[in-house]
Structure formats: C-alpha cells, structure tokens
C-alpha cells in the first residue's frame, strides 16, 4: 500500500537556523508528492508538489523539497527559520488512479527566539 | 474572496443529534472532498464528489452522508451523532481529481458531548 511516513512528531529550532522535516513514502513506483502546513486553527496549504518533472522543487516562504528515490525520501527544507514558520506540516502522498491523498502523521514545527 | 467556505465554523452538540456542515467553493473546481482530522491531528479523507458524482467512500459510517447539489457545494450530514465524532471536518475542492492542488477550507470542528 502506498503510504508517507514522517519520521518526527517535533521538531524545535532557533529563529534563523536550518530547517530540516523528513519524509520517507512507499510506493512501487513514482508517486505524486506534497507538503502541505497547517497553522493554528487554519487549513491546509499547499507548500510544493513533486510530479516528477524536476527532483529539487521550490515552494512557497523559501521552503523546497528533494526528491531522492534511492532513498525513497522527500524531505521540506529551509535555511532559515522564521517565527511565523511555526506550525504542524504534512507530507502527503496521492494515490493515482484513486484520485485521494494519503497523509503522514505530521511534523509539529517549533520556532523559539 | 474566500476560495473555500465552510459553515459553521463551530459546532456543539449531544449525542443522538443530526447535523449538518456545508461546504462552497468559488474556484469552479470539479472536485471536491471532506476530510476528518482526529485529536491527533491525523487526516483521512471520508468523501470526494467530481460534477456532484460519488468518487470516493472510504470506510465511513452510513450515518454520514454526503450531498452535492451542484458541484459548487458539497455538504455533510451526520445522523446520530456519537462521542467519536469530534473532529476537525475538511472541505476541499481541486480543478480534477487527478493529482492537481487542492484547496482547503478553514475548517469545522464538531464537538460532540
């Protein structure tokens, strides 16, 4: 079955360090990627996608995301965290053909000044 | 302009009641979904409609029942309610179904009591 797994339920930093929130997928073959943030009390939006165009994708508020398949991993970086970055993100995984999204458990971001 | 709305935003209720949460959105998406998310911020989906067609049902209780009166507006009925029906309830709408964003609502929480 096809499934995202996120491998930390936290993550703390330091306002202005690197940000680094891991996602491992399982699939038998390429699958189509998200990274989704959820703030307080809000819905979801959409970070960046993976649609096997490119393996390095940008998305929005400096984030980006490499796809490594020999690692079968799709880990949300930043250089440098801001305070507003505070929030739960998930790493989601679309299942083709079911046309439905598989979520991970989610990764709670914690920024401290 | 709200792209995805959903009313209302709150909602308390006792055991044993029939609700109702409804869900537009103004994207002209041709497919939309309703998501649960639990306690533990873990979200599945329950529903997608694609032009007021049923797409998915996952294992979801027939006392929930999705109806989609055009494919501007997917609401939720919940009959019966129980305890572990308390969650965060999602809507979203994408332009397909095929892997292409989706945008979600602000959410519904539901407290049953």
């Known amino acids: 079955a096809q499934s995202v797994t996120q491998l930390d339920s936290h993550v703390s930093v330091s306002e202005g360090t690197p940000v680094l929130l891991r996602c491992n ?14 703030h307080p009390n809000k819905g979801l939006q959409l970070l960046l996608k993976y649609t096997s165009a490119a393996t390095l994708v940008k998305g929005i508020n400096g984030f980006e995301a490499e796809f490594k398949k020999s690692e079968t991993s799709f ?3 930043k250089p440098s965290a801001h305070m507003s970055d505070a929030a739960e993100y998930f790493c989601v995984s679309l299942i083709t053909g079911f046309q439905k999204l598989v979520f991970g458990t989610g990764t709670r971001l914690l920024v401290s000044p | 302009d709200t792209a995805v709305s959903q009313t209302p935003k709150y909602l308390v209720t006792q055991m044993g009641n029939d609700k109702s949460i409804k869900c537009e959105q103004n994207l ?11 306690s533990k911020k873990f979200l599945k989906i329950m529903f997608s409609y694609n032009n007021k067609e049923l797409i998915i049902n996952e294992t979801v209780p027939n006392r929930f029942s999705p109806k989609s009166p055009d494919k501007a507006h997917l609401n939720l009925h919940i009959n019966s309610l129980e305890l572990g029906d ?3 309830y999602f809507c979203a709408s994408s332009q397909d179904g095929g892997g292409s964003e989706q945008y979600f609502g602000p959410g519904t929480r539901l407290t049953v009591t």
Do not use: I
Request: glycine share 4%; proline share 3%.
């Open chain 1, 25 to 38: 997928y399982s699939s038998s073959y390429s699958p189509s990627l998200f990274w989704y943030v959820q």
């Open chain 2, 86 to 88: 308390s969650a965060v």
């Open chain 2, 28 to 38: 002209g998406h041709d497919t939309m979904y309703w998501y649960k998310q639990d």
């Open chain 1, 75 to 77: 880990h949300l970086t």
